[in-house]
Structure formats: C-alpha cells, structure tokens
T-cell receptor, first 114, second 107 residues
Framework: NAGVTQTPKFQVLKTGQSMTLQCAQD?????MSWYRQDPGMGLRLIHY???????DQGEVPNGYNVSRSTTEDFPLRLLSAAPSQTSVYFC?????????????FGDGTRLSIL | DAKTTQPTSMDCAEGRAANLPCNHS???????VYWYRQIHSQGPQYIIH???NNETNEMASLIITEDRKSSTLILPHATLRDTAVYYC????????FGTGTSLTVIP
C-alpha cells in the first residue's frame, strides 16, 4: 500500500514555464487536497476535491489549476510559474471530507522558480 | 472553521512528558481537534484527534477541556525523535494549519 505518492520530488522551473505536479493515492479516498508550505510557515490550502469531477478553491488558489478525473489522481497545474510560487507542495487525502477523517500526506514536491 | 493558537516553541527533557497546549476558543460544537507533527520538511504525520472526550493512542494522549476551548497533547516519554513542529488544528470542512509549536527534546 503506497499511500499518497507525489511526483516529482524536486523541480526547478524558469519564470513563465508551466508544469503539473502529480498526486496519486491508492486508498480509494474521496477527499484530496493540495497545500503549499513556505519557509518557516504552516501549510496553506490551495485547492481541494471531494470526489471525481468536483473541485473547489482553498485559501490560496491563484495561479493554480486542478482537475479530478479519477478518484486516484489529483494533479496540480502551475499555469505560468512565478518566483512567489517557490515552495514545498504537499498533497493529502482522506476517506471523506468530513471532519472525523484524518488526512494522509505525501512526502512533498520541492519547487524552485528562478 | 475555528483557528488555533499555540506557543511558538517549547523544550522538553528526554524521557519526560511533553505537554503541548493549544487554544481553540472559537471552536464550534461539531469541529474536531487534530494534532499533526512535521519532522524537518517531511509531510505532516497524523498523531491523534478528538471531539469532546480525552483520547489516547500508541503515540500520544489528547486532553480536551470540558468547554472545548483548549486542549493539550501529551507525549508521555519524549525521545529525541519527537523533535518536530506540532500543529493543532480545529476543523469543520477544511484544515487550517498555523505555524505550530517547535518542540525540541533535549538529551
């Protein structure tokens, strides 16, 4: 059981480039989410999904797009990378959205925008 | 969703109990209290959660006050590997992480 798998682990981009951060879970979880963590800060919610075909914005959604075509996958797209998006990105999943369900986190993607 | 307040940092002697406080005075009746920890820059690790009653698992104990306005995470016998940032989260539909408490376990 792999849990939550994020790829790549590290990435360097130039300003203006686009890319997709991948997140996959094999636990059949309905709820998935993306966070970013800046140095010395806590995690901030970017986007989340309560099931296939349903997504919504979190606290800091600007500059990011998401889609959820399958239960397993929840990719995060940076449309035009900016230095302010340099951060560590974490994907998480839980069985359902409801608050009695702990979230399981991936190991993160460390992204640098030059 | 209610927000939480935690001390910025704490120290604990190895082998002693680490008691990490959290204030969640605006918590609503159906919001749970969660604790996670993050070691270095790894993904947050779930520790424990509760609604009203005190909870215990193999990692820690969670003590929630009767009015639910605050809680304490207890690591009964802290080890060096427990050095981490600990996040207290009270949540309805979303998780809001603050800056957490940086716990240093001292040999």
């Amino acid at each position: 059981n792999a849990g939550v798998t994020q790829t790549p682990k590290f990435q360097v981009l130039k300003t203006g480039q686009s890319m997709t951060l991948q997140c996959a879970q094999d636990m059949n979880h309905e709820y998935m989410s993306w966070y970013r963590q800046d140095p010395g800060m806590g995690l901030r919610l970017i986007h989340y999904s309560v099931g296939a075909g349903i997504t919504d914005q979190g606290e800091v959604p600007n500059g990011y797009n998401v889609s959820r075509s399958t239960t397993e996958d929840f990719p995060l797209r940076l449309l035009s990378a900016a230095p302010s998006q340099t951060s560590v990105y974490f994907c998480a999943s839980s069985p359902q959205r409801w608050s009695n369900q702990p979230q399981h986190f991936g190991d993160g993607t460390r992204l640098s925008i030059l | 969703d209610a927000k939480t307040t935690q001390p910025t940092s704490m120290d604990c002697a190895e082998g002693r109990a680490a008691n990490l406080p959290c204030n969640h005075s605006t918590i609503s009746g159906n919001e749970y209290v969660y604790w996670y920890r993050q070691i270095h820059s790894q993904g947050p690790q779930y520790i424990i959660h509760g609604l009203k009653n005190n909870e215990t698992n193999e990692m820690a104990s969670l003590i929630i006050t009767e009015d639910r306005k605050s809680s304490t995470l207890i690591l009964p016998h802290a080890t060096l590997r427990d050095t981490a940032v600990y996040y207290c989260i009270s949540t309805g539909n979303q998780f809001y992480f603050g800056t957490g408490t940086s716990l240093t376990v001292i040999p």
